[in-house]
């Protein structure tokens, strides 16, 4: 079975510095994809960022990037120079490829907040 | 721009009737999906589509149902609303299976 977890209910962060939301993963397919999406108070799901098992190199999306340790299953992200508009929900997601479906399996859910 | 709505965006319904909430996309991607999303649990799949005339089932499949007769609409019915189906509802869709899924704004329905 696919599993995600995110252990951090909330976080704190103090503008500009650097943050990182944790995820960790379970799954037996060789082949899977990773994702983090934002939720802000507004309520849509917003793609961020996104990791291929094989991807050799971490994947960056302007201030995003993922931290990708294989080893580890984990899949972390990384926010830089936290903005408060980056404070709301964030998602982290798997996709399984053995089965070519293309369903994510979601996080509860970390909740982020900037303070000025 | 291409975009994926969905309608209505808050609906109050009472136990036992019949629901229909619809997904409109017009990136003209072949997959589409239903989740849910409740505190405590993320959001999880109700159901999805590779392209018309198909549907599956997901992990919370019970109680709704999906029909696929374009490739730009996935209405989500509700056979009989629940009070365990009051959530927030988001469709979403992707070009490939592989591709990152975009979401809709997502419906808040509460079943009373």
Not at chain 1, 67 to 96: P, T
Request: net charge negative; hydrophobic share 30%.
């Amino acid at each position: 079975a696919q599993k995600i977890t995110q252990t951090q209910p909330g976080m704190f962060v103090q503008e500009k510095e650097a943050v990182t939301l944790d995820c960790t993963y379970d799954t037996s397919d060789p082949s899977y994809g990773l994702f983090w999406y934002k939720q802000p108070s507004s309520g849509e799901m917003i793609f961020l960022i996104y990791q291929g098992s094989y991807d050799q190199q971490n994947a960056t999306e302007g201030r995003y990037s993922l931290n990708f340790q294989k080893a580890r299953k984990s899949a972390n992200l990384v926010i830089s120079a936290s903005q408060l508009g980056d404070s709301a929900m964030y998602f982290c997601a798997m996709r399984g490829d053995s089965s070519n479906t293309g369903k994510l399996i979601f996080g509860q859910g970390t909740t982020l907040q900037v303070k000025p | 721009d291409a975009e994926i709505t969905q309608s209505p965006r808050h609906k109050i319904t009472e136990t036992g009737r019949q629901v229909t909430l619809a997904c409109h996309q017009t990136w003209n991607h072949n997959n589409m999906f239903w989740y849910r999303q409740d505190l405590g649990h993320g959001l999880r799949l109700i159901h999805y589509s590779y392209g018309v005339q198909d549907t599956n089932k997901g992990e919370v499949s019970d109680g709704y149902s999906v029909s696929r007769s374009n490739t730009e609409d996935l209405p989500l019915t509700l056979e009989s609303a629940a009070s365990s189906q009051t959530s927030v509802y988001f469709c979403a869709s992707s070009e490939s299976a592989r591709s990152e899924q975009y979401f809709g704004p997502g419906t808040r329905l509460t079943v009373t």
